[in-house]
């Protein structure tokens, strides 16, 4: 079956530097990319949304000079938060949707800002 | 793409099937029913996906009534390994982001 490859799955980083993260597909070509966040109790919140090669759609509310989010291939998506801070601590998650339809999603980063 | 309703939580004895049920009242005709679960710290897992037919896989049975308003899912003989959030959740499969809901969360005891 189909197969997203997310890493890291768990990263630590200091208040004002930057973290990204990547996502893969690894036995299809991803078409579109979703970026979920979630937080401790709650259910996944859909942050943007990109296909490949055009710029990403940003849910109401989420930052998009703070989350940069690039799918430049059909196998790869990062998701970078610029200038993190102690609010962005959160699960990130990401999803991959091919040419035939379905959703797969990765194994979630867990960050961690101090 | 319409809302879903499913209960908060659930508990199910080791061994027995577990029904899990959603209402999709608002779905039309292209939306189709997908069944996702989350283990705790883990990304959602994919359990299985209808249109108005029943279907069965290796995971699970889901059932969607004839007017397509609700389904439930069926786990034949549940273990502790099935204690996750259950979502259910209603696309049009067109590339269309999921949204999730709150989900049930199953406890599956001993």
């Known amino acids: 079956g189909a197969v997203v490859s997310q890493h890291p799955s768990r990263v630590i980083c200091k208040s004002g530097t930057s973290v990204k993260i990547e996502c893969r597909s690894l036995?299809?070509?991803?078409?579109?990319m979703f970026w979920y966040r979630q937080f401790p109790k709650q259910s996944l919140m859909l942050m943007a949304t990109?296909?490949?090669?055009?710029?990403?759609?940003?849910e109401q509310g989420v930052e998009k000079d703070k989350f940069l989010i690039n799918h430049a291939s059909l196998t790869l998506s990062t998701l970078t938060v610029t200038s993190a801070h102690p609010e962005d601590s959160s699960f990130y998650i990401c999803s991959a949707s091919g040419v035939r339809g379905g959703y797969t999603f990765g194994s979630g980063t867990r960050l961690t800002v101090v | 793409d319409a809302k879903t309703t499913q209960p908060t939580s659930m508990d199910c004895a080791e061994g027995r099937a577990a029904n899990l049920p959603c209402n999709h009242s608002t779905i039309s005709g292209n939306e189709y029913v997908y069944w996702y679960r989350q283990i705790h710290s883990q990304g959602p897992q994919y359990i299985i996906h209808g249109l108005k037919n029943n279907e069965t896989n290796e995971m699970a049975s889901l059932i969607i009534t004839e007017d397509r308003k609700s389904s439930t899912l069926i786990l034949p003989h549940a273990t502790l390994r099935d204690t996750a959030v259950y979502y259910c959740i209603v696309v049009n499969n067109a590339g269309n982001m999921l949204t999730f809901g709150g989900g049930t969360r199953l406890m599956v005891k001993p």
């Open positions: 036995d299809f070509q991803a078409t579109t």
């Open positions: 990109s296909n490949e090669g055009s710029k990403a759609t940003y």
